[in-house]
């Protein structure tokens, strides 16, 4: 097979895409990105197919969805292990630490100027280097994976938040002041919704680095399931297709998690100015 077939591909596709860009709908937005990701699956299936690479460096997509509907089963037990189990539990707690730690930060000057630094160390260790410690701390299940990612996602977070509570003006507190608001008073009605916007960017930010820490913890231990054991020993069996899959449902994962929060985001800050221009 020569190149002009996958080019003539590439030009129509280009052509189409061209040509409904003109209209600004939220349905020709949509088919655009639609065109564009089914181009890329039908380029890459022919560039396989056309230069006969190894399915040991890329499988084509047949063999990938092949690989997929014969592990189903397999695919759906390390998604629980790994996403549900540790990445979900450890984002969780870390994001629940990190509020609790920028509340304290907030109310005490003194800890904003110790837990921020060590925050700010925490975050700069490398997870190749954490991640076996904490495997040895926690046991080969998805608790040390847990563990790993609530290091992971605490000071993006923690930074956001303590951003978020000190967003008010001078005139909004000394209006508190003036009423004679407590500092819990003023917490929840003040300085927790002025927060929002902030705590949603460093939870929309860590989604993706729950996977990613909840999939690199398990290379260094983990039963027999998991999403990095699986990718671990496919790639020892050269089933490269089984790994390209575990890769798919990552990024399905990731982007319904991703999804997920800037959907609750919507919902909660309905009121702020970056969610009004977006509805218009």
Partial sequence: MSALPIIAVWLGGWALNAWLARFD???SRFLVALIFGITLL???EMTVRAYAIPTVILPAPSQIAASFTQNTAI?????VQTILKGALSGWVLGAAAAIATAIAIDRSPFLQRGLLPVGNFVAALPIVGIAPILVMWFGFDWQSKAAVVVVMVFFPILVNMVAGLAATDQMQRDQMATWAAPY???LAKMRLPAAMPFLFNGLKITTTLALIGAIVAEFFGSPTRGMGFRISTAVGRLDLPLVWAEILVA??????????VALIEKKVTFWH???RKQRG
């Fill in 25 to 27: 709908t939220r349905l």
């Fill in 42 to 44: 039908i380029l890459w």
């Fill in 75 to 79: 695919l759906w037990g390390d998604f």
């Fill in 184 to 186: 819990w008073q003023s």
């Fill in 251 to 260: 990024a399905i994962a990731g982007s319904l998690f991703y999804g997920i």
């Fill in 273 to 275: 100015p970056s969610q």
